[in-house]
T-cell receptor
Framework: QKEVEQNSGPLSVPEGAIASLNCTYS??????FFWYRQYSGKSPELIMS????GDKEDGRFTAQLNKASQYVSLLIRDSQPSDSATYLC???????????FGKGTSLLVTP | ETGVTQSPTHLIKTRGQQVTLRCSSQ?????VSWYQQALGQGPQFIFQ???????GRGNFPPRFSGLQFPNYSSELNVNALELDDSALYLC?????????????FGPGTRLLVL
């Protein structure tokens, strides 16, 4: 079973700070990586996808990928209380490309 | 809004019963995947359909079965319900197959088995 690992948290950061969320994966052949945000009681919504080594920025969000270290991270700049949610890292399975999710990291942004 | 809908939103069943959950994908989306999310866990892949054929299955027993219909709707059937089947069931649709395809999730059906 291919693994996707995340620290469950909670990760607590003050408003305005940078939140750093980390994810490791076991399948060296993985090509794509997705970050989903899930508010309590809601379904996951896509924040970022990344396919190549390096950084990808979208507004306050930056995804970072290091395939050699099998590590993908999500940075949230200028964190807001509305960013408080669970962040799920997902890697497509080899067959069919359904998603293999980590357990998620709970983020709490305090005013 | 992702354009993916699920029904019902909540459901209570008793152990041993059968349940059918429904999903309506975005129009034109050929792929639908179903996931089970237990409390405090990430979603777990149940199975996937592509153009009405099962295209992959996770580690779930055969009492979990599904169908996909030509009108972009699909259903998940669970027989002989067990207490551990209590979870949020999510469907996600995507345009096609591929490692870069974005999956769009519906709001989920919360199932409680007593």
């Amino acid at each position: 079973q291919k693994e996707v690992e995340q620290n469950s948290g909670p990760l607590s950061v003050p408003e305005g700070a940078i939140a750093s969320l980390n994810c490791t994966y076991s399948d060296r052949g993985s090509q794509s990586f997705f970050w989903y945000r899930q508010y309590s009681g809601k379904s996951p919504e896509l924040i970022m996808s990344i396919y190549s080594n390096g950084d990808k920025e979208d507004g306050r969000f930056t995804a970072q990928l290091n395939k050699a270290s099998q590590y993908v991270s999500l940075l949230i700049r200028d964190s807001q209380p509305s960013d408080s949610a669970t962040y799920l890292c997902a890697v497509p399975l080899n067959s069919g490309y359904a998603l293999n999710f980590g357990k998620g990291t709970s983020l709490l942004v305090t005013p | 809004e992702t354009g993916v809908t699920q029904s019902p939103t909540h459901l209570i069943k008793t152990r041993g019963q059968q349940v059918t959950l429904r999903c309506s994908s975005q129009s034109g989306h050929n792929t639908v995947s179903w996931y089970q999310q237990a409390l405090g866990q990430g979603p777990q892949f149940i199975f996937q359909y592509y153009r009405e054929e099962e295209n992959g299955r996770g580690n779930f027993p055969p009492r979990f079965s599904g169908l996909q219909f030509p009108n972009y709707s699909s259903e998940l059937n669970v027989n002989a319900l067990e207490l551990d089947d209590s979870a949020l069931y999510l469907c996600a649709s995507s345009l096609d197959l591929g490692p870069r395809e974005t999956q769009y999730f519906g709001p989920g059906t919360r199932l409680l088995v007593l």
